[in-house]
């Protein structure tokens, strides 16, 4: 059977060496490997991507108790690294992607409610002009669809610049993550690891409060929220103003997934 041939996205939008191609090298650097079923895994920050590398790292017999080893991930992004070869020779390719809406409301409630690093990140790119702990969700998507700052972190980069290929075996959605489970296990021989637990960013054992609009609620407030359980609802952080602003900076995010999976599925359609 004559090996398929894998098209690369960004290879051929510059002259220059592949090796100096920015675009390209990017999304191969967020191509994994999954040894055993010869697989590439694009993977993109707030999509499931802890979960997907802690399953890939015990695959890959680097790890093997997710509970006591699950911290190996965060130093070893690039371990499982694509070459060239394996890029145009995998037997077998897939991504998860993400409502854009949602990925950046996640965020904004794990990253800079949560004061973490990437929050300081920000506040020094900003030129410390705003504390961390005055960003509210308005403010944030304000600085971050600016054009200097959209692909300042990895977590708000738009999905498009993390695909590799011009066309993958399977596209899956988070937001239908339990029905992708079940074909990701069995084409890519992976059998996946729930890291939410371990991670505790998700949202998905908080109660989502819907009471009162949050785009101008300060962190302190939704941390305090979160202390008891809560958590605002994701599309609360958002007004008209805000939607407008996401859907035009990060529209090639939103009309792939509009493509891949209906306008349905976003979280404002």
């Known amino acids: 059977m004559p090996m398929k041939i894998r098209q690369l996205n960004y290879s051929a939008t510059s002259l220059v060496n592949l090796s100096k191609n920015q675009q390209h090298q990017f ?67 897939f991504v998860i992607l993400r409502c854009p809406y949602a990925r950046l409301a996640s965020a904004y409630l794990d990253k800079m409610v949560e004061l973490t690093t990437e929050a300081w990140a920000l506040h020094d ?11 509210t969700f308005r403010l944030f998507i304000k600085a971050i669809t600016q054009t200097e700052l959209l692909r300042t972190n990895i977590h708000w980069q738009p999905q498009v610049d993390f695909l590799v290929y011009k066309e993958y075996d399977d596209y899956f959605n988070l937001e239908n993550f339990s029905a992708a489970k079940e074909i990701i296990e069995k084409k890519a021989q992976l059998k996946i690891v729930d890291a939410r637990p371990l991670t505790k960013h998700g949202t998905d054992r908080s109660v989502r409060v819907t009471d009162q609009p949050y785009a101008d609620s300060l962190p302190a407030e939704i941390r305090a929220l979160k202390a008891i359980g809560k958590v605002p609802d994701p599309a609360q952080l958002y007004d008209d103003q805000l939607i407008a602003v996401v859907k035009k900076t990060f529209k090639k995010d939103l009309d792939l997934y509009k493509n891949l999976f209906s306008a349905e599925r976003l979280m404002f359609s």
């Not at 680097?62 to 080893?69: E, G, R």
């Not at 394996?86 to 390719?93: G, H, M, Q």
């Not at 790119?125 to 960003?135: G, I, Y």
Request: aromatic content about 8%; proline content about 3%.
């Open 27 to 93: 999304a191969q650097a967020h191509a994994l490997r999954i040894y055993n079923s010869n697989a590439i895994y694009s993977f993109i920050p707030k999509n499931a991507c802890s979960t997907l590398r802690v399953s890939l790292a015990i695959a890959n017999g680097c790890i093997t108790n997710a509970n006591k080893d699950f911290n190996w991930i965060h130093d070893n992004n690039d371990t499982f690294r694509a070459d060239l070869a394996s890029l145009v020779r995998a037997d077998y390719t």
């Open 125 to 135: 790119t900003m030129q410390r002009k705003l504390t961390p702990d005055a960003l």
